[in-house]
């Protein structure tokens, strides 16, 4: 996907920290443009701060955006 020109993130209730530790250690940290845990200064899931800090830091609407989730928090 990001060979094709998207823009991939991730937004997550745990720490950013921890978040970098675990695509890093999973080798795949250099597919993502953005990463965001609950401490990275916009609120949590289900409030919509990770995700309007995403759309704000790449100039995009919410409508061409795609949230690909894995928990109740993500479909709040």
């Given at each position: ?14 720490s950013?920290?921890?978040?970098r ?5 999973l080798?795949i ?15 949590r ?21 795609a ?10």
């Amino acid at each position: 996907m990001k060979a094709r020109g998207y823009v991939l993130g991730v937004v997550t209730n745990d720490s950013e920290n921890g978040a970098r530790h675990q695509t890093a250690a999973l080798k795949i940290d250099q597919h993502f443009d953005y990463i965001v845990g609950w401490d990275s200064g916009h609120g949590r899931k289900p409030a919509p701060g990770q995700i309007t800090a995403f759309l704000d830091a790449y100039g995009m609407k919410p409508e061409e955006v795609a949230l690909v989730g894995d928990s109740l928090h993500d479909m709040h």
